[in-house]
């Protein structure tokens, strides 16, 4: 079945078109973490697209939706880098509101995010080209896919899943991307002893991630000393997500755990 392309703006190399809210439920789709937006843009978002791709944006070769990573797709990532490095993947990067200050304060991290709404990528390069970082390079795409078929076993040192969305509604449960075949995925693409960083301002997501995690038996908290067993905030900066969550009175819950040696 060809894939609705809702009417769009330009857009840039290694992004993907538009698609119709409520594409993913369509029969036979696999169910996925994010809902379909336009991807048009504006001018200056444009602008980045135009001047900027070529240093941070990575295209992948595509299966039927335009998010996807086409299975057996490969990269070699330290080429696209320039080097090699531990590697440190985000998840829904959004418009880099982690990201921007995360990598830049690991520059000797090569960090690869995924975020499939383009015009958020668009500005995430943009704000990564006025901080000066250099570490990051981003793919437009579903970023489960990008990490089954582009990241290799025990290949990551760190995945960042910050203010994954929400998915508060009972009957959109299913879509949350923290979930036990996930956390398998990850348990695997993750070397010993490397960290999973997650954070949420939904408790109930936060209480979800930690039985996923403990569940599995492949991961270690690190703070499990600590009331709850919920990780300090650290270094990731206050988003804008997490602005919002504090003004109407929920509690921003940080995990922190570790690949349990094989
Ligand atoms: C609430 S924002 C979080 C932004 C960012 N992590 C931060 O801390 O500011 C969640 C983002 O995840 C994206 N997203 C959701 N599921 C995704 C997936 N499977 N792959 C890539 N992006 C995804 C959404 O498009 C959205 O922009």
Known sequence: MPEHVAPSGPIGPGLPDANAAGAADRPGRGVVSFVRRGSRMNASQQRAMDDLAPRYLID????????????????????????????????????GDSLVAMAGARPEMNVLAFEVYAPAVASTMGRLDRAGVRNVRLIAADGAEGLRELVGTARLTELWTLFPDPWPKKRHRK???????????????LADGGLWRLATDWTDYAEQMAEVLGASGLFINQYADRPGGWAPRGTRPLTRFERRGLSTGRAIRDLVWTRAPR
């Open 60 to 95: 992948v070769p595509r299966a039927d939706m335009s998010t996807s990573v086409a299975p057996g797709a490969w990269i070699d990532l330290a080429e696209r880098f320039g080097r090699e490095a531990p590697l440190a993947v985000e998840i829904g990067s959004g418009t």
């Open 175 to 189: 879509r949350r991307l923290i979930a036990p075949a996930f956390a398998g995925l990850v348990a695997d693409r």
